[in-house]
């Protein structure tokens, strides 16, 4: 059983950064594929980027790449999201996923572990 609890959301202007953290608990945690996921009222939850157990693999959605970086300190127990150049299509709720595997996983079908989700807005 994995725990993930979100931090580091709020306003931002557009232009702005903002970086979510992302701590698990468990002493297992360099073993877990990681996601960072995002969600808007009346949308499904869409991918932003992942991680693979390593941190030697990534994946980014287009629409954030060159803009959001993923990184991990498994001595943390901890996953990173930096966001820069945010948008106002940038604002949602951000969730971080976990799933024991190797690889890089894109599906929130594929992820058997939640956090509660950090809202983030960026005002124009």
């Known amino acids: 059983q994995v725990q993930l609890v979100e931090s580091g959301g709020g306003l931002v202007q557009a232009g702005g950064s903002l970086r979510l953290s992302c701590a698990a608990s468990g002493r297992t945690f360099s073993t877990y594929a990681m996601g960072w996921f995002r969600q808007t009222p009346g949308k499904e939850r869409e991918i932003v980027t992942a991680?693979?157990?390593?941190?030697?693999?990534?994946y980014y959605a287009d629409s954030v790449k060159g803009r959001f970086t993923i990184s991990r300190d498994n001595a943390k127990n901890t996953v990173y999201l930096q966001m820069n150049s945010l948008k106002p299509e940038d604002t949602a709720v951000y969730y971080c996923?976990?799933?024991?595997?190797?690889?890089?996983?894109?599906?929130?079908?594929?992820?058997?572990?939640w956090g509660q989700g950090t809202h983030v807005t960026v005002s124009s």
């Open positions: 991680i693979s157990w390593s941190g030697g693999s990534t």
């Open positions: 996923a976990a799933r024991r595997t190797l690889g890089v996983l894109t599906q929130p079908t594929d992820y058997d572990y």
